[in-house]
């Protein structure tokens, strides 16, 4: 199991966890829920006291990651396989994203 923080303009907005079966959930934390201050990270993740569940990488996130030449590069100098999105998202959305998530590994 490997999980990631998902930060919104740099606050911990939840978890997203790849599970040994090579599936994802992902959950809001409960003071970001509670605060209605704060918005959803995305239209299909709905700000809400739920785990979502999929199994695959949530295409919110899918679609942070590069393609092409890009993402061969990438995984090619961090020793990434090509299929192991969850690995390559931890690489690549650390910081610098096109909007307003970042992520961050949990040790």
């Known amino acids: 199991m490997r999980e990631a923080t998902i930060l919104f303009k740099g606050e911990k907005a939840g978890i997203l966890t790849q599970h040994d079966d090579a599936s994802f ?8 829920v509670l605060n209605i201050e704060k918005p959803s990270i995305s239209l299909t993740l ?10 695959y990488l949530f295409p919110f996130f899918y ?9 061969q ?25 096109i909007g307003a998530i970042t992520i961050e590994k949990r040790y």
């Open 46 to 55: 709905q700000k809400i006291n739920k785990v979502f569940h999929s199994p």
């Open 25 to 32: 959930t992902f959950a809001y934390s409960d003071d970001w």
């Open 73 to 97: 590069a990438i995984c090619k100098l961090n020793k990434i396989d090509l299929n192991d999105y969850f690995g390559l998202l931890l690489t690549v959305a650390t910081e610098d994203t």
């Open 63 to 71: 679609n942070m990651l590069p393609e092409g030449t890009n993402k």
